[in-house]
Structures are given as structure tokens and as C-alpha cells.
């Protein structure tokens, strides 16, 4: 069975400052990995996915995320923050060799980005 | 605008009453979902449907049901509604591209079992 682990509830930084949003994964088998965003009473937006290639997958708004096979993580990062920024993150993982679509997330990290 | 649309937005219902929570996609996407949204919890998978006349169970699946008698339509039904399925419910669609593709959400429906 896939399950994600976001061990972060929440995530204070200041704006301009990197940020990171921690995400460890467990798959049997090819990790298909996402993040999205959600900002209040709004449904999710994808922001980016690794599938293969590249170990540093570039999204939307700036946000990138590293894939760490040996540690089955895949943190989100962002060199400088907005206070923009600031909603509550999602990691999801999908079996890339099972076969469907099932798609597991985490609990969520809320991100505060203070000006 | 192509997406999904959830209705009803906003729901009350007493308990023990069935309800029907209805989802449309017109992005001709081949996979459908649902999830619950509870705080702390973050999003737990439901039901979901690889391809229009199957459908599997997720994470919470109990007291739940689905069909998916086409490719743009997933409702998801609570047959016997009690306290506990008090949730934001979201529905969503991912296009088939091996299996790669990102999930598209709706805008979510609040259900409060009273």
C-alpha cells in the first residue's frame, strides 16, 4: 500500500528567506510524486509532479522539488518566499507499476510566510 | 471554462438521510476520484474509477458508494448519512498519459451531518 508522510504541520518563514516543505513517501513500486496547493475554501492546484528523469522537477510559481530515491523523500522548495506563499501544501504519491490511478496524500503543511 | 463541477456546494442533512454528492468533468478525463477533507487529516481517498464502468475503494470507503455509468459523471452517495461524514468532500479527474497525469479538483462540497 502507497502512503505519504508530511511531518510538518506547519512551516514559519520569513519572506525572501528559502523555504522547504518536507514530504517522505512508501510505494512497492515507481514513486509518480506531486505536490499542490490549496488556498482557503478552495479546492487544489497542481504546482508539480516527478515521474522519471531528473531528480529536480521545476512547477509553478517559482516551486521546486527533490526527489531522494535512497531516502524516499520529495521536498518542496522554493528559494526566496512570498507572503503570497502562504496556504497549506499537499505531497501525493501514485504506484507508477500497480497499475491505476489511485493517488494518496499527506495530511497537509501549513506554510506562513511572514512579511 | 473546462473543469469540474460539484453541487451542492453547501449542504445540512439530519442524520440517517441519503444524499447524493454529484461531480461533472468535461475535460473527457478517463479517471475520477473522491476525497474527504478533515483538519489534521488532510486529504483521505474515498472511491475513485480508473475508467467509466469500474470503480475501487480507497482509503475510507465505508459507508460511501460510487457509479460511474460514463466518462464525465461521478456521484458519490451516502446511503444512511451519520455525524461522523461531516467533511468537505472533493471531487477530481486526471487525464491518462501513462498514468502520469495531475489531479484536477473541484471547488468542494460541505456536508454537515446533524
Known amino acids: 500500500a502507497q502512503s505519504v508522510a508530511q511531518p510538518e504541520d506547519q512551516v514559519n518563514v520569513a519572506e525572501g528567506n528559502p523555504l522547504t516543505v518536507k514530504c517522505t513517501y512508501s510505494?512497492?513500486?515507481?514513486?509518480?510524486l506531486f505536490w499542490y496547493v490549496q488556498y482557503p475554501n478552495r479546492g487544489l492546484q497542481f504546482l508539480l509532479k516527478?515521474?522519471?528523469?531528473?531528480?529536480l522537477v521545476k512547477g509553478s510559481y517559482g516551486f521546486e522539488a527533490e526527489f531522494n530515491k535512497s531516502q524516499t523523500s520529495f521536498h518542496l522548495k522554493k528559494p526566496s518566499a512570498l507572503v503570497s506563499d502562504s496556504a497549506l501544501y499537499f505531497c501525493a504519491v501514485r504506484d507508477g507499476d500497480t497499475g491505476g490511478f489511485k493517488t494518496i496524500f499527506g495530511a497537509g503543511t501549513r506554510l506562513f510566510v511572514k512579511a | 471554462i473546462a473543469g469540474i463541477t460539484q453541487a451542492p456546494t453547501s449542504q445540512i442533512l439530519a442524520a440517517g438521510r441519503r444524499m447524493t454528492l454529484r461531480c461533472t468533468q468535461d475535460?473527457?478525463?478517463?479517471?475520477m476520484y473522491w476525497y474527504r477533507q478533515d483538519l489534521g487529516l488532510g486529504l483521505r481517498l474515498i472511491h475513485y474509477?480508473?475508467?467509466?464502468?469500474?470503480?475501487g475503494k480507497g482509503e475510507v470507503p465505508d459507508g460511501y458508494s460510487v457509479s460511474r455509468a460514463n466518462t464525465d459523471d461521478f456521484p458519490l452517495t451516502l446511503a444512511s448519512a451519520v455525524p461522523s461524514q461531516t467533511s468537505v468532500y472533493f471531487c477530481?479527474?486526471?487525464?491518462?498519459?501513462?498514468?502520469?497525469?495531475?489531479?484536477?479538483f473541484g471547488e468542494g462540497s460541505r456536508l454537515t451531518v446533524l
Open positions: 474509477s480508473n475508467t467509466a464502468g469500474t470503480t
Open positions: 477530481a479527474s486526471s487525464a491518462d498519459r501513462g498514468r502520469t497525469g495531475e489531479l484536477f
Open positions: 475535460m473527457r478525463h478517463n479517471a
Open positions: 510505494v512497492s513500486g515507481n514513486p509518480y
Open positions: 516527478y515521474i522519471t528523469g531528473d531528480n
